[in-house]
C-alpha cells in the first residue's frame, strides 16, 4: 500500500499554505514551516488557536476539544489539537508567514 499523500492546509485571507505532517496537529505542522497561528495553550482548552474550518475534514488528538457541540456544528476547530484527514481551508486572518 502506497505512504498517504500529505494534506494541503491554506490558510485564508492571508493565502499562506503548508502540509500537515503526520503525528502533528495542525498547529505543529505550522510552526515547522514558519507559519504561526494564534497560539496559547496548545492543549485544547484556552481556544486562542480557534478558527473556522471552511472546507476539509479534521480529527482530534483528544477526546474533549474545548468546543460547543453548537461551534463545532458551526465549523470551528482548534488547531492546536487537530490533524487534517483531507486537505482544508482555514479561514486565520491573524496568520504569520515567519520567513517574510
Known amino acids: ?17 503548508f502540509e500537515q505532517r503526520p503525528g502533528l496537529s495542525l498547529l ?10 494564534p497560539n496559547s495553550c496548545r492543549n485544547g482548552t484556552c481556544r ?8 476539509g475534514t479534521v480529527s482530534y ?9 453548537e461551534e463545532k ?9 487537530a490533524e487534517a484527514q483531507s486537505d482544508l481551508v482555514l479561514e ?3 496568520a504569520v508567514d515567519l520567513k517574510g
Do not use: N, Y
Not at 486562542?48 to 472546507?55: E, V
Not at 488528538?61 to 457541540?69: A, V, Y
Not at 456544528?73 to 489539537?81: A, K, T
Open 1 to 17: 500500500m502506497p505512504p498517504a499523500q500529505p494534506h494541503s492546509i491554506d490558510i485564508q485571507p492571508v493565502g499562506l499554505r
Open 28 to 37: 505543529q505542522s505550522a510552526l515547522t514551516q514558519f507559519i504561526q497561528l
Open 48 to 55: 486562542t488557536c480557534m478558527c473556522k474550518l471552511k472546507s
Open 61 to 69: 488528538q483528544i477526546e474533549w476539544p474545548g468546543l460547543t457541540k
Open 73 to 81: 456544528e458551526e465549523g470551528w476547530i482548534l488547531p492546536c489539537v
Open 92 to 94: 486565520v486572518p491573524l
